[in-house]
Nanobody, 126 residues
Framework: VQLQACGGGLVQAGGSLRLSCATS????????MGWFRQAPGKDREFVAT????????YYSDSVKGRFTISRDIPKNTGNLQMNSLKSEDTAVYYC????????????????????WGQGTQVTVSS
């Protein structure tokens, strides 16, 4: 599975951005899509995840209520709508895909995702 993330940019605090992750290749292996982010000097952290069937979504506490993960099946694209952005949301955002449905703590474990996109920069100015 190949992933291509886009949609990052510079936005003021309180604003919105929509990230997209186009998938191609062995999309039959695409069961769970996750978004992670890495801020300067910090470890990569989990943001949100969704089963490609759409039955499950899960968010980190830091973005719950502000971010919405979704997928567009006809376009083979996953999306992350980010509203009410804060300066602490500044990071490189990565999309990732697991070739199985993830449950419980595996949903936010980086090691469970076999395929990764290249990352897109999101900068929130205060």
């Amino acid at each position: 599975v190949q992933l291509q993330a886009c949609g990052g940019g510079l936005v003021q605090a309180g604003g919105s951005l929509r990230l997209s992750c186009a998938t191609s290749g062995r999309t039959d292996r695409r069961y769970t899509m996750g978004w992670f982010r890495q801020a300067p000097g910090k470890d990569r952290e989990f943001v949100a995840t969704i089963w490609w069937s759409g039955d499950m979504t899960y968010y980190s506490d830091s973005v719950k209520g502000r971010f919405t993960i979704s997928r567009d099946i006809p376009k083979n694209t996953g999306n992350l709508q980010m509203n009410s952005l804060k300066s602490e949301d500044t990071a490189v955002y990565y999309c990732a895909v697991s070739d199985r449905r993830l449950f419980g703590p595996t949903r936010y474990a980086e090691t469970e995702y076999a395929y990764w996109g290249q990352g897109t920069q999101v900068t929130v100015s205060s």
